[in-house]
């Protein structure tokens, strides 16, 4: 059993408050907002750890890692404008139902859209 420290806790908590991705940089920044003492780079190693447990989702875009809460959430949307990135449910993301689907068993997936978000749509 890996020793749960405060820091995993406080990290695991803004995840899991935050509806959309994070990056471990934001993480970072709304840790110093709770006036948290937290180094980046205990934050990039506690994110890791927290993926490797299964409780966050990691996902990679342009270089960069995205977490987020939902375990079996892998779909995602990209702004090309802004950068923002924004989780998607859709009922086809469902293991099982691949699974059954293409008769092969199913333990990863993501999917990614790329576009404009609708903020940056209005603006334009
Ligand atoms: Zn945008």
Redesign the pocket.
Known sequence: MQRWTSQLSLILEIVYETEHFLSAERVHQILTQKNANIGIATVYRNLKKLVGQGLISEISWKDMKYYTRHPFSNAFFA?E??G?ILRIDIPIADQTYLSNEIGMSVNKWNMRFEG??E??GRCT
Do not use: D
């Open positions: 702004c404008k802004c923002n404009i978000c903020e940056c």
